[in-house]
């Protein structure tokens, strides 16, 4: 027999971002989007992806002058 896990609360505020997220997964979003959602459900915006994006760059930078 297998146990089932105990449901995760949801908070109320965040509901329609976690319907959102369920709804992508569950009928095949586009990769674009899927990769805009992260492991945690929370949805990332422009304004966050640049700034990710920036703070990599920076980090391979760093890492390839390490390397040399």
Do not use: C, Q
Not at 11 to 24: G, H, I, L, T
Request: aromatic share 14%; net charge positive; proline share 3%.
């Amino acid at each position: 027999m297998t146990s089932k896990s105990p449901r995760k609360k949801i908070d109320p505020a965040r509901y329609k971002d976690f319907e959102e997220v369920a709804a992508n997964f569950y009928e095949g979003a586009k990769v674009d989007h899927k990769n805009k959602v992260s492991y945690s459900g929370d949805i990332y915006h422009k304004k966050d992806i640049d700034s990710l994006w920036k703070h990599l760059e920076r980090y391979r930078t760093w890492v390839n002058e390490i390397l040399k």
